[in-house]
């Protein structure tokens, strides 16, 4: 009885250490804030062995990046002794913690590519389930199976998989991909919703950026917007004026929808309604300068021309509030005149952390054709 | 105060004195892509391969030697936001270990550049990583994570779209990383052991592709981090970030400076060499020479000429006394990688995966050999224990004479 008791609290208290040892990795912080505490306890935890594989996943979950790659390392660490040393990684409760959709998508990926180095028929079991997995990873996987099945695929079977691998597709590569077979299919393919790019905008300018000095200048419409108002413009008065935008990625290219105004900057607007509070990403792409506010608040600013842009290109965490949502776009054009740096425009979606479209509420109602496919 | 600048002054020194065989950072151990006492074999073909294994993801990093073991950084993933960094058996390209991370900073690259296109480097006891995403990651010899700066997540605006390449280079026990972009730029030193700040010191707001390199301390002055920008090149002490002296005529954002014996050859208005003066405080032109531009490659130099390449594949060799062109050789081009100096001999590789072994002499150079690795090589070679090294995308070979 007194053994049993004593190994009891022997466990309990290796629990206890277990977990301060975690926390100390998840409270790391920039600037090196934590390190040294972190680096003893990640040690302590490689000591411990295969018990700490498990424990340290479920700590992903609520994480920073920075804490993360500390667990991640740990774990690397960890798994690799096991490895080397001939033992086995706990299978079974790797695999069921892949398959636990609440866990953390990063965690969850490092557990499975571990497993796969001993047992890579995981991949047939499990990718097949995971085409609207949290994980953009698996996803990614999920549908890249679906592609290649439906490229020795014929007629409506090779159709019917690209509708079904759209569902999951939140790669721009992908969806390029499948929106290109499915229209020669006949389908009718949204991709602007497909990914919740923004296409309806208000917009006014050109207000002055020669020699880039426009960049920190307060102008009218970012103290306050006021959609029926007139202000001195670069060139003569300007007013909003509606412009959308019909490219499949969104873009509203300023300089060939309205003109290229060298040293110039510009202001969008729109509204986004949401169903509720929640958190999202804002993905914009632009090669110029930019400052973005939600509901009248600076959410980053960036003073970079011509640098190159893509989709995806910055990616803004934001908090939605139930309702309608402002967001304030200032796009800043310099005068260079190289033929590569005349581009003057933007591209900006709202999405959740995989990459999936986070639809306004006034198109949620839709949101069983969010993938875009109409037929 | 005498005692104390002496005991740095060890202290630097011994930092610099890697163990033979090490190419411990980009362009070897002081920066300047030397391979002293190394006998690299100089007929390239099939039969030097001593090893070739396969590698995961990108990079354009060069690998860096240290012990026995080849250290060397890749990206992966659809966003390339996957960090690994990856340590080979020198003698058998056996992978010992792969740690991965993901990134805390931006990933967008132009699609020549990669994630990882920074070198890493290594004090000999443990690795520094560095990425386009401003991920600096210290592990052990042995992968394990010893501290982890996200310096994208620090200072979000310090990037750049087109992808950042400034590889690492350690002087004493400070880590120093040039950061510079268009939106946010500065240089830091940080502590290898603990991965703290020392310093942090405000950089010219522009675009800059260059390294930082290494001016070895001498009888009266300490090792200096050489950082180079559109500006010019500052000479900073990489104890305190304190800048000793400035040249200011402009730089290439491009290729680096390189140190050979206490001349420093900035690649300037063409190719410009200065001098400390004798106080170690301030420079003394030697020469300019507007015919010895180089493009993507760094200069070097070899038995009293120094070299260049330029944006259409002609070697240009000129005197390293005078700056005057002695002699040119069109070699195949484009090269983004700076070739190794090593027994009479530079060693080049194309961006086609063209090799290129060149014997100069005082009034021509001459190919010797040439080897087709049919691959993609941005990346600069290493040389380490009388074998070299370079990688692609795909692959990671060793070359030596034994094979």
């Known amino acids: ?375 | 105060m005498k005692r104390l600048s002496l005991i740095a002054l060890i202290l630097v020194a011994s930092s610099l004195n890697a163990d033979a065989g090490d190419w411990r950072q980009f362009r070897g151990n002081l920066g300047n892509s030397v391979a002293e006492g190394e006998n690299l074999p100089t007929e390239l073909s099939g039969g030097n391969i001593a090893w070739k294994v396969e590698l995961s993801g990108r990079g354009v990093s060069s690998p860096i030697a240290v012990k026995g073991q080849i250290l060397l950084t890749a990206s992966s993933g659809y966003a390339q936001d996957r960090l690994h960094v990856m340590s080979f058996d020198a003698a058998t390209g056996e992978l010992q270990w792969d740690r991965q991370f993901e990134a805390t900073g931006r990933t967008g690259c132009h699609e020549k550049m990669c994630v990882a296109t920074p070198t890493p480097a290594s004090d000999g006891e443990r690795v520094f990583a560095f990425y386009s995403s401003n991920d600096l990651i210290c592990t052990d010899m042995a992968g394990n994570l010893q501290w982890y700066r996200g310096l994208g997540s620090e200072y979000p605006n310090a990037s750049n779209s087109l992808g950042m390449s400034s590889s690492l280079i350690i002087i004493g026990t400070t880590v120093v990383a040039q950061v510079e972009s268009d939106a946010e730029a500065f240089a830091i030193g940080v502590d290898a052991e603990t991965g703290e700040t020392k310093w942090k010191i405000d950089r010219p707001r522009k675009a800059n592709w260059t390294s930082p390199t290494i001016l070895p301390a001498t009888d009266s002055s300490p090792a200096l981090a050489l950082l180079q920008s559109s500006k010019g090149l500052a000479g900073v002490d990489p104890e305190t970030g304190t800048v000793v002296w400035e040249f200011s005529d402009g730089a290439s954002t491009i290729p680096s400076s390189s140190v050979i014996d206490g001349t420093i050859f900035i690649p300037s208005n063409g190719l410009t060499t200065v001098k400390p003066a004798a106080d170690g405080k301030s420079l003394e032109q030697v020469w300019n020479s507007s015919n010895l531009s180089p493009s993507t490659p760094s200069p070097v130099a070899l038995n009293g000429l120094t070299f260049t390449v330029n944006s259409a594949g002609a070697l240009s060799a000129g005197s390293i006394e005078t700056g005057e062109r002695v002699w040119q050789l069109r070699l195949k081009g484009p090269f983004s990688g700076t070739p190794v100096v090593s027994n009479g001999h530079l060693f080049f590789f194309n961006e086609n995966g063209l090799a290129f072994v060149v014997k100069p002499s005082a009034d021509k150079g001459e190919i010797v050999s040439e080897l087709d690795l049919g691959e993609t090589i941005l990346c600069s070679p290493a040389a380490s224990n009388n074998a070299l090294f370079i990688r692609s995308d795909g692959h990671l070979w060793k070359f030596s004479e034994q094979f």
Request: net charge negative.
């Open chain 1, 1 to 375: 009885m007194k053994i049993v008791a004593v190994a009891l609290i022997a466990a309990f208290l290796t629990v206890c250490v277990q977990a301060d040892q975690i926390d100390i990795l998840k409270s790391v912080g920039d600037f090196s804030k934590g390190t040294a505490e972190a680096r003893k306890a990640s040690e302590a935890l490689v000591n411990g062995g295969a018990k700490n594989l498990l424990p340290v996943l479920k700590a992903f979950q609520d994480s920073s990046l920075l804490a993360s790659n500390w667990l991640r390392g740990t774990f690397e660490s960890i798994a690799d002794a096991e490895i080397k040393s001939g033992r086995s990684l706990p299978k079974d409760e790797l695999v069921a913690f892949v398959k636990t959709t609440t866990e953390s998508p990063a965690a969850r990926r490092l557990a499975y590519e571990w497993l796969l180095k001993r047992s890579p028929q995981l991949e047939d079991e499990l990718i097949p389930t995971m085409l609207l997995d949290p994980s953009p990873e698996f996803r990614r996987d999920a549908v890249q199976r679906l592609l290649n099945a439906a490229e020795v695929a014929e007629g409506n079977d090779a159709t019917a998989a690209y509708r079904k691998a759209l569902k999951g597709a939140v790669h721009e590569d992908h969806v390029k991909k499948i929106a290109k077979a499915l229209r020669d299919a006949g389908d009718e393919i949204n991709i602007q919703k497909h990914f919740g790019f923004l296409a309806e905008w208000k917009i006014i300018g050109p207000f002055d950026n020669k020699d880039m000095k426009g960049f920190p200048v307060a102008y009218e419409p970012e103290k306050n917007i006021d959609l029926t108002a007139e202000y001195d413009g670069q060139l003569e008065k300007v007013k909003w004026q509606a412009l959308s935008t019909e490219d499949d990625y969104g873009t509203v290219d300023i300089g060939k929808q309205l003109e290229n105004y060298k040293g110039s900057l510009m202001y969008a607007t729109t509204t986004y309604n949401s169903s509720r509070d929640q958190s999202v990403e804002m993905r914009l792409g632009t090669p110029n300068a930019w400052k973005l506010w939600v509901n009248g608040e600076l959410k980053f600013e960036r003073e970079e021309y011509h640098r190159g842009t893509r989709m995806d290109q910055y990616k803004v965490p934001v908090t939605l509030k139930a309702g309608p949502n402002t967001i304030l776009i200032k796009v800043c054009q310099n005068e260079q005149d190289q033929p590569w740096a005349q581009d003057y425009q933007f591209q900006l979606r709202v999405c959740d952390s995989t990459g999936s479209a986070v639809l306004p509420s006034d198109k949620s109602a839709k949101r069983e054709n969010a993938t875009g496919v109409n037929r």
